[in-house]
């Protein structure tokens, strides 16, 4: 069993919203950096963007700045992925990963991964 879980993925029309959480039942996030990925139908796994230990968030993809929302519960030892105005383009499968106190837009650099969810967007 994988130590992340992703939920929230959905079917949803172009200019819809989602919300994607990333919990931890066997690990603490609080003194963790968590980043977004995600993998589109034949691409590569792209970063998306982090919140670290301290709560700065980096912007890695352009298609991420203006949509796309990081924030944690530190109570539900949650990290949330809020998207909006969704585009076809945003179609993927969207995995959450965590490692100690940084930020990195490096796969490698990530210790802990989820199974991901998916987001299909289309009319």
């Known amino acids: 069993q994988l130590p992340l879980v992703e939920r929230g993925g959905d079917s949803v029309q172009p200019e819809g919203s989602l919300r994607l959480s990333c919990g931890a039942s066997?690990?603490?996030?609080?003194?963790?950096?968590v980043g977004w990925f995600r993998q589109a139908p034949g691409k590569e796994r792209e970063a998306l963007l982090c919140i670290s230990s301290a709560d700065r968030i980096e912007y890695y993809a352009a298609a991420a700045k203006g949509r796309f929302f990081i924030s944690r519960d530190y109570d539900a030892n949650e990290v949330y992925l809020r998207m909006i105005d969704l585009e076809r383009e945003d179609t993927a499968r969207y995995y959450c990963?965590?490692?100690?106190?940084?930020?990195?837009?490096?796969?490698?650099?990530?210790?802990?991964w989820g199974q991901g969810t998916e987001v299909t967007v289309s009319s």
């Open positions: 066997e690990i603490s996030l609080d003194f963790r950096a």
């Open positions: 990963a965590a490692r100690d106190y940084y930020c990195s837009d490096r796969e490698a650099d990530y210790d802990k």
